[in-house]
């Protein structure tokens, strides 16, 4: 009788029920558990256990039998994702693989900067260094306490959710020359502080330079010769020439921007930077093009 319960729960999550309770995105597998349970209560009964696997109950591991049976048919993924996170994708046919991907956003936070035609792009491979969901807590190990808690309270939608998670200063599980385009928009501010901003964005810390240096140098690597990195720099706690500075010194090439610009809004709201004094210009976004060695 608990034999044929697991296998319709199996049949079940593997003909669409995984993607009727399970929302889109990075999830862990204890949260699935969770998700699954709520939905088939009748069907996940703690107390029968799989004789191999006790003191498991034996529901669980039809969970993970749909699951490992969606991906060998590309509906749902693990590849590049820590043990015991799953990445579930609705309606899509397309898991994209490193090797084909040919946009990088290096530092995703909640895509907000996307078009939004582009945010679930399978060109587009999202990395970020945190995952912060609804039901997850920050970082990737601690679960939050409720599990219906908004990762931001003030901003109930809002989540940091990427394909998969990195660091930008070693990206090692990339080739040299592997994108065509990299979106690069690191926190800007300093100090962590307990407000909105470094909530929702992150921060530096007082490595900055080290920090920035060798993410740079690290896109830059896994960038294409002729392809280009868009880099978003809002000035507040360090001016835009420092960073730029920064970056020329880099690769052993003298490496500049070739084309920036400001943000209207910033323009003629200019305030002191509260480290050197200098006027703060707001946010830039500069576009650093990969030429071939001998045209650099
Ligand atoms: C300014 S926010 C990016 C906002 C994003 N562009 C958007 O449209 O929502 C900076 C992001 O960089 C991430 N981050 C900070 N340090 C990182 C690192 N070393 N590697 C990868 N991501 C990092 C933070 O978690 C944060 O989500």
Redesign the pocket.
Same mark, same amino acid.
């Given at each position: 009788m608990q034999k044929l319960k697991h296998k319709e729960l199996r049949n079940e999550l593997k003909n669409g029920g995984i993607t009727k309770v399970v929302p889109e995105g990075i999830h862990k597998i204890s949260f699935i558990y969770e998700l699954v349970q709520d939905a088939y209560p009748d069907l996940c009964d703690d107390d029968y256990h799989c004789e191999w696997q006790a003191p498991q109950p034996a529901w669980k591991h039809s969970v993970r039998n749909a699951l490992g049976n969606l991906k060998g048919k590309g509906e749902v993924d693990k590849d590049g994702l820590e043990k015991g996170w799953w990445r579930i994708t609705i309606n899509s046919t397309i898991i994209p693989t490193a090797n084909e991907l040919m946009i990088l956003d #290096?530092? #995703? *936070? +909640? %895509? +907000?900067?996307?078009h939004k035609n582009h945010k679930y792009n399978p060109c587009v491979l999202f990395? =970020?260094? %945190?995952l912060e969901i609804k039901g997850v807590g920050k970082g990737v190990t601690m679960p939050r306490k409720n599990p219906d808690g908004a990762p931001i309270p003030q901003q109930p939608g809002w989540e940091?959710a990427p394909d998969i998670l *990195? =660091?930008?200063?070693h990206l090692e599980q990339f080739d040299d020359e592997t994108f065509d385009h990299i979106v690069w =928009?690191?926190?800007h501010v300093i100090k962590k502080s307990n407000g909105f901003i470094t909530m929702k964005? *992150?921060y530096l810390g007082d490595q900055w330079r080290e920090?920035l240096a060798n993410?740079f140098k690290e896109l830059w690597r896994i960038l294409k010769t002729k392809s280009t990195l868009q880099f978003k720099w809002a000035d507040n706690d360090i001016p835009k020439n420092e960073i730029v500075k920064l970056f020329h010194d880099i690769a052993g090439n003298p490496i500049d921007y070739i084309t920036g610009t400001q943000t209207k809004k910033s323009i003629g709201a200019s305030i002191e930077c509260r480290k050197c004094g200098d006027e703060i210009r707001g946010t830039w976004f500069l576009i650093y093009f990969k030429f071939p060695e001998d045209r650099n």
């Open positions: #290096a530092t #995703a *936070g +909640s %895509r +907000s900067m996307w990395l =970020d260094q %945190r940091c *990195g =660091d930008f200063t =928009d690191p926190p964005y *992150g920090t993410g």
